[in-house]
């Protein structure tokens, strides 16, 4: 197949012509920390295989994000539309992974009330993915979510690092603009195959866990866990939310289920104990989102595994879910 | 019901006209929207609940505790606990309140014309039912026999006080008020002292042709449905509602899931039979 054949330079170059014409968001190194930053020169941007700390959902799902802004007198209130922000944006090198984690969530942001926020986020979005022949990270496990990290059909872009350069492909007409800034001539590609991959392990975990909800070994799977919500605020697809006024603002901010504020109610905790919102967290990706959205909530980019100050292995904790077994007695304690 | 703008976060402004005390801690707001056109759309079913907001201190979920039969207002009623609530106990008639809904499920009630209903309250957990009390007291006729068991920890405790004594009065429904039984307990001659499942025990509602609509602590809730279930009772004819943190009501932000349940969408309203598939985490 025929593709845009880039050196690095035509990519830096390319990179700097494109963030004059729109806002480019990429994989940048400040002090030591590799994230998703907003681009001003193509020569800052990571073009290596490395993972970012965090996942390129905030440009979706902001951390902190204002709803509406108001003003309330005793007896008036205006409220006044956040400053949209309704420049095209480019999302460039960002894996496959990542493209796979808004997929999944577009659904749950759109299966019944349309999100308006996050749809408009991702309609101005062009995402230009770089494909991952091997993998970023030890950690990674994204083959074992059926993730074939040498594609990306829902990107608008894919990008081929090889030996010998770059090779582009357009998947979007969207994708088709953004990579005319880059120079370069279409030339036959190779084959593109992953390769040094873990070994598979079963994610199917859907029915397994919901029939084993009681079993006592769910207090056995991760009792490291401190509740600390590193993983959820590093993950790609952790999306729930709190919603809270700071000064004269409504703002929507990230939540994390395995801290006991989650479902804390004036007199009754649905989940008192630790296991039980670990459980939470890990069925929520693994069994009820599938249930209900089809999808497996998670996208094997180990970034849990890699920040977890406990060295909780999020491997471990789904290969432990796959010998879940029923308690012997029944109940919990 | 959604903003003009596809923001559905953004609220309506309701402006309240009428709060009472319900009990040293509960207050109940009586609201009306700020623009005629939404209000006059308003339309919702007994059961469902809404986001109300107090501009700077936060939006919390209650249930609309009114009924849809008694138009033109909304009526919250809440307990004094946070900061939302606080700032809730704070305002009086003419402060502006902001209402996002109405959400979620409602009480099924075209599947209960013609049949008993029992409702069976505690603490203000009667709110959510004072909807239904009311839509089905308006629409009388449509109705067989209306019972209403009430219990609180003690007299001071019980809500809508103004509506217990029109129930006490009317022949339309019959009234059985509880407190619970705790040292030094006073009450007047027509309260018991005891719990609800003795009380039920006692009356052995029949389930033929019945539906039961509970709603209150967890623990009642609990010890009520195993009391029906021992008398008889198929989990299908009894019908709660689910009290869960939420906080976008949408189905979207994850707090209020029970397994893959969305208590803010599937529900507020279950039968037993359903609620007993969930994993047991409400």
């Known amino acids: 197949m025929k593709m845009q054949k880039l050196s690095e330079d035509d990519i830096r170059a390319g990179l700097d012509k494109l963030s004059r014409e729109t806002v480019v968001y990429a994989p940048m190194e400040q002090e030591g920390r590799l994230d998703f930053r907003k681009m001003e020169k193509g020569g800052e941007v990571e073009l290596g295989a490395r993972k970012t700390i965090m996942s390129a959902k905030k440009l979706f799902l902001p951390q902190a994000e204002e709803l509406f802004s108001f003003k309330a007198g005793k007896h008036s209130v205006e409220m006044i539309d956040p400053p949209k922000d309704e420049e095209p944006l480019v999302l460039f090198a960002c894996r496959p992974c990542e493209m796979r984690a808004l997929e999944i969530m577009d659904k749950v942001f759109n299966w019944d009330y349309a999100d308006f926020q996050w749809n408009e986020r991702r309609a101005r979005a062009t995402i230009i993915v770089f494909a991952c022949l091997e993998p970023l990270t030890e950690t990674c496990f994204c083959n074992s979510l059926g993730i074939d990290s040498s594609r990306s059909d829902g990107a608008d872009a894919i990008i081929y690092t090889t030996a010998e350069g770059f090779f582009a492909r357009a998947h979007s007409e969207k994708g088709k603009k953004a990579l005319k800034v880059f120079v370069g001539k279409d030339e036959e590609a190779p084959e593109f195959t992953t390769r040094d991959f873990p070994e598979k392990f079963n994610t199917d975990l859907q029915e397994k866990m919901m029939e084993n909800f009681e079993s006592p070994t769910w207090k056995e799977i991760a009792p490291a866990c401190i509740g600390c919500g590193i993983c959820t605020f590093v993950c790609p697809t952790c999306h729930c939310f709190d919603i809270q006024d700071e000064g004269g603002r409504r703002v929507r901010l990230w939540d994390y289920c395995t801290g006991a504020d989650f479902t804390l109610m004036l007199a009754h905790q649905p989940r008192p104990t630790q296991y039980r919102r670990y459980r939470q967290k890990v069925m929520h990706k693994y069994s009820y989102y599938p249930t209900r959205f089809g999808e497996i909530l998670c996208t094997g980019c180990g970034r849990c595994i890699d920040q977890c100050p406990q060295n909780i292995d999020f491997r471990e904790v789904l290969k432990k879910c796959n010998r879940l077994a029923p308690a012997e007695t029944g109940g919990e304690e | ?282």
């Open chain 2, 1 to 282: 019901m959604t903003a003009e703008n596809g923001n559905l976060y953004k609220p309506h402004i309701v402006t309240v006209t009428e709060v009472w005390e319900e009990t040293p801690t509960i207050k109940t707001f009586r609201m009306v929207f700020d623009d005629p056109k939404v209000g006059d759309n308003f339309t919702f079913k007994a059961g469902q609940f809404g986001e109300y907001s107090v501009f700077g201190e936060g939006e919390a979920t209650f249930c609309i505790a009114n009924s849809p039969t008694r138009k033109g207002y909304i009526e919250c009623s809440v307990k004094e606990v946070a900061r939302m609530t606080h700032g809730l106990h704070l305002l009086d008639v003419g402060d502006k309140v902001g209402f996002r809904g109405p959400y979620g499920n409602w009480f099924p009630l075209e599947e209960m014309k013609g049949k008993k209903l029992m409702f069976i309250g505690g603490g203000i957990g009667l709110a959510p039912l004072r909807s239904l009390i009311q839509n089905v007291l308006d629409t009388r006729k449509d109705f067989d026999q209306v019972d209403i068991i009430y219990a609180a920890r003690c007299e001071e405790e019980f809500v809508y006080k103004r509506e217990i004594e029109e129930w006490k009065a009317s022949s339309d429904c019959g009234l059985c008020l509880a407190v619970d039984p705790i040292p030094d307990q006073v009450c007047g001659d027509d309260v018991r002292v005891s719990f609800i499942p003795p009380i039920l025990e006692e009356m052995k509602p029949n389930p033929k042709n019945r539906i039961v609509i509970t709603c209150g602590p967890p623990i009642m809730i609990k010890l009520v449905t195993a009391k029906l279930e021992e008398l008889g009772w198929p989990a299908e004819q009894i019908i709660t509602t689910l009290e869960m943190k939420m906080k976008c009501g949408l189905g979207k932000c994850g707090r209020c899931n029970i397994g893959s349940t969305y208590v803010c969408k599937d529900g507020p309203v279950f039968t037993y039979e359903q609620i007993r598939s969930f994993p047991q985490e409400y």
